[in-house]
């Protein structure tokens, strides 16, 4: 339900001077982690990590397991073998309602390596099994489709973006 940042986008001035105001909110862990992953992406990066690391040591498994996804964010330029497997073995413990944001980063990780066949059946299992997860489920399902489209496969890209018409057309 949290509208956290899953893309690198960076935040306009208004959102990210908000985005500080909730990393800043010390009695609210929930905002501290809406701000930093909007944060992760404009020159406060190094507060904003420094938070997800200490959320991600956090009592509460949701909010842990949402910082140390976000984190992920932050390594998927250097990420090597051994992260992707620590990964993926992290994200088969984590809460099935957490899963699909781990599987749309691991995605964007694919898609850098220049993986698109691993990138699109990461992106495709958010729809595909987290769907009520609505605003992901639909960027997923774009990134897939452009995931396809790298592999030539153009009908099947089609295919998914016409499923994001008419499914989440708004």
Known sequence: VVPIAWRAAPP???????????????????????????????SQRAPATAVLEELAKSSDSRLAGLAQIQLWRTKLVTAKPADISRWLSQLEKTQPDIQAAGWYVLGDLFSRQNQPEQAALAYLKVPLLFRQQRALAADALLAGGKQLEKMGQANEAAGLYRELVRDFAH
């Open 12 to 42: 306009d001035a208004a959102l990210e001077a908000r985005a500080a105001q909730w990393l800043a909110s010390e009695k609210l862990p929930a905002a501290r982690l809406l701000g930093a992953s909007w944060l992760l992406s404009t």
